[in-house]
């Protein structure tokens, strides 16, 4: 047998990384501790992971997982040929070294009895812990996962709620009308509270209305899934109207759903207004289709637009959705804490109230990319003079008079005048 060496891990190792994960498994061994895109992710983030190569194959690997002195070895795989031949306890020594090297005391490692790597802890000094049990908390909240990546849904991590910054009158009211009675529906009940089932956020663009929803999806701890209108037309023969239908199908299996569309006024436009690509067949859907997904419990149907006033009228209607929520240009108070949340380091040397002050007319969307330009430019001024001097007002007012500010006159006066003629919360 030609000889194998040890090197790190590197991006490229990843295809075959997983060729090697998947064969030394066994077929009846029960799910693996750490799942694949757990420990790939590791790996890649040089947690530290060391393979096993005979020329250009990928022959066995380790990784492992450090938080500081302790760590959880994720992986210990090999090829199919390449067992028994001490490569296991090698990768095993390598990787221990590394973990030593970084401060770690703690070693241990979870495996599916008789697994591959089983072997190689013993004969690397690890000793099996008996009498205990491995206890998991179940992933979702009754979504099934393969149906959920069917329709092309997310989970959304925790904190998006919090992640949204300013905007304390927006946050108010979405979660009074639609994050609390959703999440206290017993209470709801017992006041006769009805929670809400469809909810529009209108408003000019980049004020964070995909951002919103995301957030609401975030608090309840529901399945996310995007509706695209622009994908609906070429989706399937049977043109948009059959693809939507058959995307409202597909959902009614998910036990809780949020359900977005974004841009809705591409395919609920009023009559007449509508894209071609689409034409007022679909409106006509989306219609019928809102009653039957208003009938099941943990069902949120929010649709977002820029432009309120070309909905047609029959969607508005309060039988379709509860309610018709602005989301505005953030006020003073809203533009400081977005900075804050983008200056990051940042905010300690710069004037705050001035860069809120010069970014007037901007919208959530501006102010981060401004904020990133000002950063790009103390960087690269760093880059040159290494001096550690941190980032100044200036370089933030130089990115501002940099950004085109997405509101204008006009958008604000259109804004005031829909929440006047549309707005209902
Ligand atoms: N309150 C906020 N705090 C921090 N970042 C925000 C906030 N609102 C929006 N953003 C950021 O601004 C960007 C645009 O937000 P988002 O996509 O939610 O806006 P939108 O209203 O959906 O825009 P569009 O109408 O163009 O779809 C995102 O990168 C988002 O993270
Ligand atoms: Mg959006």
């Not at 070294?97 to 190689?120: C, E, H, K, Q, Y």
């Not at 992640?163 to 108010?172: D, H, I, L, S, T």
């Not at 034409?279 to 309120?308: Q, Y």
Request: aromatic share 8%.
């Amino acid at each position: 047998m030609p000889a194998w060496r040890l090197r790190d891990f590197h991006d490229d190792d990843l295809d075959q990384a997983i060729r090697v994960w998947d064969q030394s498994r066994h077929e009846d061994e029960p799910a693996p501790v750490f799942p694949i895109s757990e420990v790939m992710a590791a790996a890649r983030a040089k947690q530290p992971a060391v393979v096993a190569v005979v020329g250009h194959e990928l022959v066995g690997m380790a990784v492992a997982h450090a938080q500081g002195e302790r760590a959880w070895v994720l992986l210990v795989a090999l090829a199919a040929h390449w067992r028994h031949q001490g490569i296991g306890s090698s990768l095993l020594a390598e990787l221990e070294r590394r973990l030593r090297a970084a401060g770690v005391r703690r070693i241990s490692a979870l495996l599916p009895d008789s697994a591959t790597g089983a072997t190689a802890l013993q004969n690397s000094g690890f000793q099996a812990r008996t009498g205990l049990t491995y206890y998991e908390k179940p992933e979702q909240t009754g979504a099934d996962a393969g149906l959920l990546a069917a329709v092309g849904g997310r989970v959304m991590p925790s904190g998006l709620w919090d992640a949204v910054a300013g905007m304390e009158r927006e946050k108010q009211i979405i979660e009074r009308d639609i994050v609390l009675p959703l999440s206290e529906p017993e209470l709801a009940g017992r006041y006769g509270v009805t929670p809400p089932k469809g909810v529009i956020l209108f408003g000019p663009p980049g004020t964070g209305k995909t951002s919103f929803a995301k957030a609401v999806a975030s608090r309840l701890a529901w399945p996310f899934v995007e509706l695209f209108p622009s994908r609906l037309a070429s989706d399937t023969s049977g043109g948009p109207a059959a693809a939507l239908r058959e995307a409202f199908t597909e959902l009614a299996e998910l036990v809780a759903v949020l359900l977005f569309i974004d841009e809705v006024e591409e395919i609920a436009a009023a009559r007449g207004d509508l894209a071609i690509t689409t034409g007022h067949g679909v409106t006509n859907e989306l219609l019928k289709l809102i009653p039957g997904f208003r009938e099941h419990d943990d069902r949120l149907l929010i649709c977002a637009t820029n432009s309120v006033r070309s909905l047609d009228p029959a969607f508005l209607r309060p039988g379709r959705f509860d309610y018709v929520i602005p989301i505005g240009p953030p006020d003073t108070a809203a533009r400081t804490a977005i900075w804050q949340r983008y200056l990051g380091p940042a905010a300690g040397s710069v004037d705050l109230p001035r860069l809120v002050r010069a970014s007037d007319m901007f919208t959530p969307a501006d102010i981060e990319f401004a904020a990133r330009k000002g950063a790009q430019a103390a960087f690269e001024r760093e880059l040159i003079h290494r001096d550690g001097k941190p980032a100044t007002t200036e370089d933030y007012l130089t990115a501002i008079a940099g950004t085109r500010p997405t509101l204008t006159e006009r958008t604000i006066r259109d804004f005031h005048e829909d929440i006047g003629a549309f707005s209902r919360m």
